[in-house]
């Protein structure tokens, strides 16, 4: 699973076939983001995962992220193979979420500041 940003208005998209050459945003071509493992920010990116039994739990950060209007995690996704669950998130809500759990998921968290961020499963 790939993510890809526009570098003039900030939209973000996945591939799941295809060829991103195609896939235009602004007039220009889509950049590849490149997932974060290691947060080395004040702020914690790095989703934090608990599984229990056919469910897994994702929290943004060892410590809560922040989600003020204009700092906060946008989604977070849970990717097998070519599978993928997006939940959306609001400012002022908390940065959690449970998606159902299949073995060696990766979970993928997007900061609005600081981009993508990964764990594997």
Do not use: R
Not at 5 to 17: A, E, H, L, T
């Amino acid at each position: 699973m790939k993510f890809y940003i526009c570098p003039i208005c900030g939209n973000v998209v996945y591939i799941m076939n295809g060829d991103i050459n195609k896939v235009k945003c602004c007039g220009q071509p889509m950049q590849e983001l490149i997932p974060n493992t290691v947060d080395a920010s004040e702020e914690k990116h790095i989703p934090m995962c608990i599984i229990k039994d056919d469910k897994v739990e994702v929290k943004v950060g060892e410590v809560m992220h922040p989600m003020d209007a204009d700092h906060y995690i946008m989604w977070v996704a849970i990717c097998k193979d070519n599978t993928i669950e997006i939940h959306k998130f609001n400012p002022n809500e908390e940065a959690s979420h449970i998606f159902n759990y299949t073995e060696h998921s990766t979970v993928y968290s997007y900061c609005n500041k600081h981009g993508l961020w990964k764990k594997e499963l």
